[in-house]
């Protein structure tokens, strides 16, 4: 070990994505912290959003989950510097993130099955998720989309995001493609913290809705388009998500959801509803009113089918 390591604190990746992975083939590397959270640590390189996790933290797109638990036990402050160093990468002046012990976590390819809609068992298995979420959701406040309390700017935003869940659900059911991209449009930014209420709800709907093989994978143009339109209004966190999730790329507690409910496997379902619920704050919860209206209008499209 060097004299430009030798004083550092070695912190240890356990498993990363490719995008991270690549990092390391960036020999001009050159990033710097953004944001530190007790679980995650935002960094920002050439415009682009990477984060470390703590290790009971779950998978996610463009991260590294690292041995430690608690980032708030750690001197890594906005601002630090982020640079490859030899084969690890330090941040600061303090610590070196080593991947001797980092696996790569590899996104799986989940995609519908088609026939599966016309079955009236899979048509039950719908209806008895959308009767558990219903129950989980309706008994949660978190979200703005079922918000309770007097806050007048709450309550605008709200009756917004309701208003535009109504008319998206109408445009998908009549299969109106002209009044997409505006609602969709209408999405970007609705809400507060760092991924807006309107912006989760999307993620959440598209990663079931959007599946390929799915019926509904034909509004992908229009999701698309009014996503790439409207990224700017939102935080550069949630325009990202939202980006990733385009590209059918979601965190590992979300894919393992989505295969659960393509395969209508009910054995872990309803704990990986709450693995998803208690993502951050109201995250978890706006996009469990996506995943939602997605399985809603599956069964809505699967009828037309049933005799």
């Known amino acids: 070990m060097n004299t430009l390591t030798s004083h550092r604190q070695i ?6 994505d490719t995008h991270f992975l690549n990092l390391l083939n960036q020999p001009q590397l050159s990033g710097k912290v953004e944001q530190v959270f007790n679980k995650a640590i935002n960094i920002s390189i050439d415009n682009r959003l990477f984060t470390l996790l703590s290790s009971p933290l779950d998978n996610a797109p463009n991260s590294c989950r690292l041995l430690n638990k608690d980032f708030s036990l750690l001197n890594i402050k906005s601002g630090d510097s982020f640079y490859l160093l030899d084969k690890d990468i330090a941040i600061g002046e303090c610590y070196l993130l080593s991947f001797s012990l980092c696996k790569q976590w590899q ?69 109106e493609h002209q009044h997409l991209v505006s609602t ?17 709800y999307l993620v959440g709907l598209m990663a079931f809705l959007l599946l390929k093989n799915h019926p509904a994978y034909l509004f992908y143009p229009e999701f ?20 990733k999730a385009l590209n059918h790329e979601y965190r590992e507690n979300m894919h393992q959801l989505i295969q659960s409910l393509v395969d209508a496997k009910e054995t872990e379902i309803y704990s990986q509803f709450l693995a998803i619920l208690n993502i951050g704050s109201s995250s978890g919860s706006d996009m469990l009113f996506g995943i939602r209206d997605a399985l809603y209008l599956t069964h809505y499209f699967g009828e037309r089918y049933v005799d």
Request: proline share 4%; no cysteine; charged share 20%.
């Open 11 to 16: 912190l240890y990746g356990l498993t990363a």
């Open 184 to 200: 969709i449009n209408q999405f970007i930014g609705l809400g507060i913290g760092l991924t807006p209420s309107g912006d989760d």
């Open 107 to 175: 996104q799986p390819i989940i995609e519908f099955t088609p026939d599966k809609i016309e079955k009236k068992d899979y048509q039950l298995f719908l209806r008895n998720q959308l009767k558990t979420l219903d129950l989980i959701l309706n008994s949660n406040e978190s979200s703005l989309f079922n918000y309770q309390g007097d806050n007048v700017f709450y309550l605008s935003s709200s009756e917004k995001l309701n208003q535009l869940r109504t008319r998206l659900i109408r445009s998908l059911e009549k299969q």
């Open 224 to 243: 698309y388009q009014g996503i790439t339109q409207s990224k700017e209004r939102t935080t550069p966190i949630s325009a990202i998500t939202l980006e």
